[in-house]
Each structure stands twice: as C-alpha cells, then as structure tokens.
C-alpha cells in the first residue's frame, strides 16, 4: 500500500512565499503607518514628525527618548517597530491571505483592517502596558499616543497591506 506525500509537504513552498510577501507588505505597512503617524503628529498634536518614532523607542529609553531629540531613540524605534511588529502582523497577513487565496482588494483590504484592529489591542491594550509598566513603571506609548490616533495608525497600517499581491508578484520574479 503506498502514502501519498502529506499536504503540509507540497504546500511549503507557496506557504513560506506567502509569509515571506506578507513580512514584505508589512514593511511597506509599517512604513506607510509611520508617516501617517508622523503627519498627525506634526498637523494635529504640535510635536516633531519623529516624535512618536522616538516614543516607540522609548520602550528601550523610557523617558529619556522624549526629552528632546534622542537619536538613539530614533533609531531603536525604527528598528523596533519594522522588525517587530510591522514583520510579525505582515507575515500573520501572508499567512492568512495565502491560505485562504485572497485574491480582491475588498478580501485584502477587509483582512488587513481586521489585522490592524487586532494589532491594536493585542500590541497596544495588552503587551505594551505590561511591559511599558515593568520596564519603567508606567505605559508611555498610552500617555503619549492618543488612542484615536493610535487606532487610526493601526487600520492605516492593515490597509496598507493590501500591497500583499505585489509583494508576491515581486517575489516571484527574484526567486
């Protein structure tokens, strides 16, 4: 009696193709969200444009990152943020939007905007006040982030991942 080749094993590939566009699309998100971000904080709230790029560092900082300008605050937030969550969310994306072959822009936009709302309470409601709270005693990102605006940063982020089918067609000609 033969076994044929187990399903996992035939669909390797296209999963970790559709990972690997989804980690791509949420660098592009993750960009897009900080340039949102960016413009509200210099439009809306009066502060720098890498302001809330250094209060993303400040989970490396903690106060020190906002007084003033603090490259390294910068710097860490950037890194932080696009090898953190923007690689995580985006590849959650690919892995959802290969599985269940989303091919409109309606299906992806409708799936990232989930991906954003989820990134924003899981991210935002229940890992950062942990953490912000142990590593310097209180929640930064809360204090300094309006949650509208955070909100908002969070479904820019999910709708900008609708790059997802270029990414894989890009993807597809390099490999």
């Known amino acids: 009696m033969s076994r044929a080749a187990p399903a996992s094993l035939d669909s390797t590939p296209s999963i970790n193709r559709d990972v690997l566009a ?16 960016m413009a ?12 809330p790029v250094q209060v993303i560092g400040s989970f490396v900082f903690g106060d020190a990152a906002l007084a003033g300008f603090h490259l390294g605050a910068l710097l860490a937030g950037l890194v932080l943020h696009q090898l953190g969550p923007s690689l995580f969310w985006g590849g959650v994306f690919g892995a959802i939007a290969g ?6 822009r309606l299906a992806l936009a409708v799936t990232g905007l989930a991906i954003g709302a989820v990134s924003q309470l899981l991210d935002v409601h229940v890992v950062l006040p942990i953490v ?3 590593l310097h005693g209180h929640d930064l990102w809360a204090e300094q ?10 479904l820019v982020f999910g709708l900008a991942l609708v790059t997802f089918p ?10």
């Open 22 to 37: 989804g980690a791509l699309a949420g660098q592009i998100a993750g960009l897009v969200m900080a340039v949102a971000v």
């Open 40 to 51: 509200v904080f210099t439009v809306f709230l009066g502060k720098s444009p890498l302001y």
């Open 99 to 104: 599985r269940l072959e989303l091919r409109s």
């Open 132 to 134: 912000m709270k142990a």
């Open 145 to 154: 982030v309006p949650v509208v605006w955070s909100w908002i940063a969070h």
């Open 166 to 175: 270029w990414c894989t067609r890009w993807l597809d000609e390099r490999l």
